[in-house]
């Protein structure tokens, strides 16, 4: 398959388009998977493909910049899938008044040196910190990550995703009490995939 090419530009309406059609292009494969939540699945969604694409990157940045709360002093994620999220929203975020820090959260503890979760900045304690997630399953995942910030002092409210695969994530992290946003759903992959076959 050959991916799409296209300019920078700052029309959001435009950006989730374009990300969108990467996602289909790049990342949504079907057949039989075994997925990291140990359930089985008919699909697996492979975001690496887009998330360490120039265009792919770019996009999720702008995009993941804009769901922000304005007073978000850095976005966190649990290696290794939100790596290139936090990396590329903290870079977008550069030339804005209020730049954001990007903080990677280990699954275990360094082993070596400082022997830190986290990895990044030190900010203040306090400091509001949102969590990035590549695809969401259960959600058990950007979880961890919340954790490991709040034992740090962070404030955790919000867990934004690149993808929900509507899996149960959603109604797990409203139980925890915390606010939940998907860029896409699962369904919004297939039925663009439905619309690029001409369906």
């Known amino acids: ?18 990300l969108l059609d990467l996602f289909c292009d790049r990342a949504y494969r079907e057949g039989d998977f075994v997925l990291s939540s140990g359930n089985r699945s008919s699909y697996y969604i492979n975001s690496k493909e887009v998330t360490l694409h120039p265009q792919g990157a770019l996009a999720a940045g702008q995009l993941l910049l804009s769901m922000l ?16 999220l936090v990396t590329a929203v903290s870079v977008v975020s550069a030339p804005e008044k209020q730049p954001v820090f990007a903080l990677i959260v280990r699954k275990e503890a360094k082993g070596h040196g400082t022997r830190a979760y986290i990895e990044g900045p030190s900010l203040a304690p306090g400091a509001k910190v949102v969590v990035l997630e590549d695809v969401v399953t259960t959600g058990a995942s950007a979880m961890k990550a ?21 899996q149960g994530g959603a ?24 619309e690029m076959a001409g369906e």
């Open 69 to 84: 709360p304005p007073d978000t002093a850095a976005v966190a994620g649990l290696t290794l899938g939100a790596d290139p």
């Open 1 to 18: 398959m050959t991916s799409p090419t296209f300019p920078p530009t700052t029309n959001l309406a435009t950006v989730r388009a374009e």
């Open 146 to 166: 919340v954790e490991r910030l709040r034992d740090a002092g962070y404030a955790v409210e919000r867990i934004i995703a690149l993808v929900d695969r509507l």
């Open 171 to 194: 109604e797990f992290y409203a139980q925890q009490g915390l606010q939940f946003q998907p860029v896409f759903t699962i369904t919004d992959i297939q039925q663009r995939l439905r």
